[in-house]
């Protein structure tokens, strides 16, 4: 029992590939060092995972996967943050962990609304069959 994909996506491993590269350079860019980039680091937070909940939210059913989306997220972002901690030059940082689940759930809505027609949309214009 795993993330169930929209049924309708007529490439949803392509999306899913794209969403965990995504995921991946999340990772990559939260354990190197990082320059000071003159934004809120709590703003940058919040973005990231707002876009990465929109992302995989919008890919899977209304149901258990939106669970399994949630957690996994939640628990990525915290993890990453331990992770900075075993670090030299970056830090773990609670509220890091608050910005990102905030994110998560905020990005949330984005499945409530009409964007999640944009995955169709976008397979339309790319994959006319």
Known sequence: MGIEPL???????????????????????????????????????????FM???????????NRSMMLVVIGLIGYGVLLEFLQGMTEYRFMETYDMLANSAGVLCGLVVRL????EWFRKIELLLFKT
């Open 113 to 116: 609304s009409f964007l999640p």
């Open 7 to 49: 049924t309708d996506l007529k490439k949803p491993r392509l999306w899913f590939s794209i969403a965990y590269v995504v995921l991946a350079l999340v990772g990559v860019f939260s354990l190197i060092p990082s320059p000071d980039i003159g934004v809120s680091d709590k703003s940058l937070h919040f973005i990231t995972y």
């Open 52 to 62: 990465l909940s929109a992302g995989f939210s919008t890919l899977v059913r209304f």
